[in-house]
């Protein structure tokens, strides 16, 4: 038995209504003791049955035996004790991909997300379940590729440095490729999913008001990220040959043609 088992057991010993029962039997279930972690919360949930997280562990213990829709039921009773719950909302993501619902895994996924944007294990499984749908909708014979709308058309970098995302880490328009070449738009989207609300409440927490822009620059390249809706994010990349003040001037001018768009989808 490992120190934090140990002592996590000495701990729930104590005081058997602990919530303590979550932490030991997160550290059983990892460690591919099954049995064990399974006594532990189902013991916790007798003393705390109304604890998301509770039904949350025991839905994971469960999945990870092999008994999923058991596992979906369990994330159910967590969501409906509370909506927000990002495991909750995660587990079911991968218990409808598991099923071959990619919708309600998609949109379950894309609610784990907003309640824990800096969750990557939840972001790389959004690219996975995206790039999913997204065969599973394409034309066998045309392959995976995906037609966006021709927004930034005329601008430098409209379909390899440009990148329109809604706040669900969708892409809306443009394009991204790292130096290499690949496109990795839909992956630096998934990433971006949430940054809005990060920066939102980091802004807050400092007093500075609404955020306008975030600038960083990279021994490669410099990016520069603003929001030109309430609904979407924008994100420039360019060499590091382009001063910070001439990446600000593009980011506005692409800024203002990404607004009229978006302004016109609403129409």
């Keep these: 038995m490992t120190d934090d088992v140990r002592a996590l057991s000495a701990e729930l010993a104590r005081d058997p209504g602990s919530l303590v029962f979550v932490a030991l039997g ?3 279930r990892v460690r591919g003791r099954l049995d064990a972690a ?3 919360a189902l013991a916790g949930l007798e003393h705390h049955p109304n604890l998301a997280d509770g039904h949350d562990l025991y839905a994971r213990i469960v999945a990870d035996a092999g008994d ?3 596992a979906a039921d369990e994330w159910s009773i967590a969501l409906a004790l509370d909506p927000h719950h990002a495991g909750a909302h995660k587990g079911l993501g991968f218990a409808n991909f598991q099923r071959g619902d990619l919708d309600a895994a998609l949109e ?3 609610l784990a997300l907003a309640a824990d944007p ?3 294990s939840t972001v790389q499984a959004l690219h996975a379940v995206r790039q999913a749908a997204q065969q599973a909708a394409s034309d066998p014979g045309a392959g995976a590729s995906v037609e966006r709308p021709a927004v930034f058309a005329g601008l430098e970098g409209a379909d390899s440095g440009l990148l329109l995302v809604d706040p669900q880490g969708r892409v ?3 394009g991204l490729r790292a130096q290499g070449g690949p496109d990795v738009a839909e992956e630096v989207a998934a990433y971006l999913a949430g940054v809005s609300q990060e920066a939102d409440r980091s802004a807050r927490l400092l007093e500075l008001g609404e955020w306008r822009w975030i600038m960083a620059e990279g021994d490669a390249g410099h990016l520069h990220l603003s929001a030109p809706s309430a609904s979407a994010l924008l994100l420039l990349v360019r ?3 382009v001063p910070s003040g001439r990446l600000a001037i593009l980011a506005a001018r692409a800024a203002e043609v990404a607004r009229r768009w ?3 989808q609403t129409l």
């Design 26 to 28: 997160e550290a059983l």
């Design 38 to 40: 399974a006594k532990v």
């Design 68 to 70: 999923v829709e058991r």
């Design 108 to 110: 379950h996924l894309e």
């Design 118 to 120: 800096t969750d990557q």
């Design 172 to 174: 809306l328009a443009g």
């Design 239 to 241: 060499d590091k040959s």
């Design 262 to 264: 978006l302004e016109g």
